[in-house]
């Protein structure tokens, strides 16, 4: 699997937008880019994922690069409740197993 | 949908003791993955079955370790002879297929004193 890059903690203001990078240039055509996060003391939970379109659902919205080397995880109005670790992931779809970094840590501050 | 569920919620244990962990994924789910956390880190790779066929083991997995998918519901993770090192948070997750996404159980914390 691609091996991702992110930074280790970010700070975001209440209502503000969050945006965490991720970079991943030695993606593969086949490889999607999946997005989870781990609140403090819980399992991790699936946010999004794509393949090289945007995508946006109820919870965020992802950017991915033209050239597929890096993407965007955009919380449009992040709350103190999206303080969590943010993991990003490039696997290919038919992958046996999603291999986790060390993530982002987002604290949304009031 | 019930959830992805871990039994027991918290283990204390004495090294050289065996324990062991219960997951019962979402019902139509096919996959089931374990995965190892410690603090500060991500969750590693452990094993994953597609219905009751355990199709990849980590290397992290050694001979201790040993987990079973019985008629492809629910799973366990058996750990013999624990080391204080085996100290970690255990967490199951199961999908639908592959590429689907992962829902995880809240873990069984293991404390090995």
């Known amino acids: 699997d691609a091996k991702t890059t992110q930074p280790p903690s970010m700070d975001c203001a209440e209502g503000r937008a969050a945006n965490l990078p991720c970079n991943h240039s030695?993606?593969?055509?086949?490889?999607?880019v999946y997005w989870y996060r781990q609140i403090h003391s819980q399992g991790p939970q699936y946010i999004i994922h794509?393949?090289?379109n945007n995508e946006t659902n109820e919870m965020a919205s992802l950017i991915i690069t033209e050239d597929r080397k890096s993407s965007t995880l955009i919380l449009p109005h992040a709350t103190l409740r999206d303080t969590a670790v943010y993991y990003c992931?490039?696997?290919?779809?038919?992958?046996?197993?999603?291999?986790f970094g060390d993530g982002t840590t987002l604290t949304v501050k009031p | 949908d019930t959830g992805v569920s871990q039994n027991p919620r918290h283990k204390i244990t004495k090294r050289g003791q065996n324990v062991t962990f219960r997951c019962d994924p979402i019902?139509?789910?096919?996959?089931l993955y374990w995965y190892r956390q410690t603090l500060g880190q991500g969750p590693e790779f452990l094993t994953y079955?597609?219905?009751?066929?355990?199709?990849?083991k980590s290397r992290l997995l050694s001979d201790r370790f040993s987990a079973e998918r019985p008629k492809g519901s629910f799973s366990t993770l058996e750990i013999q002879r624990t080391e204080q090192g085996d100290s970690a948070m255990y967490l199951c997750?199961?999908?639908?297929?592959?590429?689907?996404?992962?829902?995880f159980g809240s873990g069984t914390q293991l404390s090995v004193l």
């Open positions: 019902s139509e789910h096919n996959r």
């Open positions: 030695t993606i593969s055509g086949n490889e999607y």
């Open positions: 079955f597609q219905n009751e066929a355990q199709l990849e």
């Open positions: 794509g393949l090289k």
């Open positions: 992931i490039v696997r290919p779809y038919n992958a046996g197993k999603s291999t």
């Open positions: 997750a199961s999908s639908l297929d592959e590429g689907e996404k992962l829902f």
